[in-house]
């Protein structure tokens, strides 16, 4: 590293000096970075082909990305496709040829901010990415199956990168504070576990915020008499610009409990107080925002199948919103699934069919409905539904499992309808019998 170099990095803010810079020291996404995961062993066995990472800010796509390339035996080139464009593009490529024609050498494009780019700067990587003459790495914060070209997407693998939990947060702040080469070590430093705590909650699962604010924190507070830096909860307060409010993981626990029962039993005024209190209390409230879509589908499920729609509104609104102003559409969701009819037939329904999927080893699909028994042997018959007016009596569950019955209908909300509609096709059935 030269003297130029070496300057910029110590310059550089806290979050970026503290960048992972391998799979062991990168934190968060377990559920695709964890032993045997598929994008694990892709990176591991330098197999990875072009994908997208999309997530929140602050989550590590970006660092992904760049442990991706450097772990492995390939060139890589970073773009921002906010301040880049084709010329840039085309440039690599070139490059890349050679390096895959001369000495068999990969080349990644790590491109930031992908969904910037227009459709005319996507194409210019297509037949590079299809030819496999570079291995293209997008990182965005949007939704990539609205942002982003539908030719780029059909050859990209797309892995979504979740907020960090306030674990994770922690974890980070404190070896960001021990760290003597990269981080806050050489600072006389003491950080109260308040101020940390402070500080991880109000991140709202963004590393780069809470590592930046500690930064901040550090060098805009004076030393005390004895030489020492002190960072308060009082300072981490107007560092973040929020009260702090007393919650332990147990009340966290405990409130999200409440509200995810007050959201079943039906009481909207329960579920506003504990949804408004774990928000104010620092919590994402796109966890909120999560487990409302779930009780949509769990509690509310058939009853009212436009819960769902509405959730996941609200959840989309929380995102790209953010607070204070997600507020309103999230409660207006939550109001709104809490009065609604209830019904977990759905749930029911999955948990029967797991059970007899576990103790349904060996089964047989019914010929009439496996199109190669149907075009091998003429004498078997598929009843065709829309021939007899949309539904006709005809076996489909295997020979071991054909009285067997996983979903039944509730009599609440618009679920009532189905009920109706199952009798009429059974009636119908039998005349056609």
Not at 145 to 172: D, N, Q, W
Not at 203 to 223: F, H
Request: aromatic content about 8%.
């Amino acid at each position: 590293m030269d003297f130029f170099t070496n300057n910029l990095n110590k310059n550089a803010p806290l979050s970026q000096r503290m960048r992972a810079n391998s799979l062991k020291d990168f934190l968060g996404q377990k559920h695709i970075i964890h032993e045997g995961s598929l994008l694990k062993r892709a990176i591991s066995a330098d197999r990875l082909g072009s994908c997208i990472f999309y997530g929140p800010p602050g989550t590590g796509k970006t660092t992904l990305a760049n442990i991706v390339a450097e772990t492995t035996n390939a060139e890589y080139r970073h773009l921002n496709a906010v301040s880049s464009g084709v010329s840039e593009a085309k440039e690599i490529i070139i490059e890349a040829k050679k390096n895959l024609a001369l000495f068999s050498k990969k080349t990644y494009m790590i491109l930031d901010e992908c969904h910037r780019w227009s459709k005319t700067q996507s194409d210019c990587v297509l037949s590079a990415i299809e030819n496999g003459e570079i291995i293209f790495i997008g990182t965005t914060t949007e939704n990539p199956y609205s942002s982003m070209t539908k030719a780029i997407l059909s050859r990209c693998r797309v892995f979504e990168f979740h907020p960090l939990s306030i674990s994770e947060i922690k974890e980070g702040l404190i070896k960001a504070i021990a760290d003597s080469d990269h981080g806050l070590g050489n600072y006389n430093l003491i950080v109260d576990p308040e101020a940390i705590d402070h500080i991880t909650r109000f991140s709202y699962g963004d590393m780069r915020v809470a590592l930046d604010s500690l930064e901040l924190a550090v060098i805009t507070t004076k030393v005390d008499s004895k030489g020492v830096i002190k960072i308060s909860l009082n300072i981490a307060e107007e560092i973040m610009q929020k009260r702090a409010v007393s919650l332990t993981e147990q009340d966290y626990y405990d409130l999200l409990s409440a509200f995810c029962k007050s959201v079943r039993g039906g009481d909207p005024d329960a579920a506003l107080f504990y949804s408004l209190k774990l928000t104010q209390s620092g919590i994402d409230p796109m966890i909120i925002a999560r487990r409302l879509v779930v009780h949509s589908a769990e509690d509310v499920g058939l009853a009212d199948p436009y819960a769902l729609t509405i959730s996941l509104s609200a959840l989309n609104a929380t995102e790209k919103i953010g607070l204070p102003e997600c507020l309103l559409p999230l409660n207006e969701a939550i109001i709104y699934v809490t009065l609604c009819p209830k019904s977990n037939s759905v749930y029911m329904a999955i948990e029967k069919a797991k059970k007899a999927l576990e103790d349904s080893t060996n089964f047989s699909i019914p010929k009439h409905i496996i199109n190669r028994e149907l075009k091998r042997n003429n004498e078997i018959e598929y009843k065709y539904p829309h021939d007899f007016g949309g539904w006709v009596n005809q076996q489909y569950l295997p020979d071991e499992l054909k009285s067997s019955r996983f979903y039944y209908p509730s009599q609440n909300g618009q679920e009532k309808c189905i009920i109706i509609s199952k009798l009429k096709n059974i009636f119908k059935g039998e005349s056609n019998e």
